[in-house]
């Protein structure tokens, strides 16, 4: 098998930026139900469904929530974690999660997931939305620790 770096330009490198720009555009109204969207879904789940998710991943100690966005999974999840780092593409969002979520107990990190590596380990990690063929998608947690 050959080397992930030796394979063609696909375009995906145009793709990924794509997705941070629409994020980081969105950003400012992405989670204001009181403002119009052309989008068919606005991507928001119900408090009650995510708290349900997150209460039956029930993740403890050092938890990673990678593509936190503006943060609809990152407040319940800092109800389980000893500590909660939430990373994201989208600088904007970030911006979004912090102001949404408000505790300074959440550590930050702007990355690109395709080409970070964390720098400490974790004991869960949750994956809760992530883009796919323009539209979000809700994933059910694993309970896997990675």
């Not at 209460?55 to 800092?78: H, K, M, N, Q």
């Amino acid at each position: 098998m050959s080397d992930v770096n030796e394979l063609p330009d696909d375009g995906l490198d145009d793709l990924l930026a794509s997705q941070r720009r629409f994020y980081d555009l969105r950003a400012p109204d992405f989670a204001d139900v009181t403002k119009l969207t052309d989008r068919k879904h606005r991507g928001l789940m119900p408090t009650t469904e995510v708290r349900a998710i997150v209460d039956d991943f029930a993740p403890r100690g050092d938890v990673l929530e990678l593509a936190c966005g503006s943060g609809g999974f990152t407040r319940d999840l800092l109800r389980h974690a000893h500590t909660l780092t939430a990373v994201d593409g989208s600088a904007r969002m970030l911006e979004l999660n912090r102001d949404i979520v408000g505790d300074p107990a959440v550590e930050y990190r702007h990355v690109d997931l395709f080409d970070w590596s964390p720098d400490r380990t974790y004991d869960a990690v949750f994956f809760g939305f992530w883009p796919l063929a323009g539209e979000t998608h809700a994933t059910p947690a694993s309970k896997q620790t990675v």
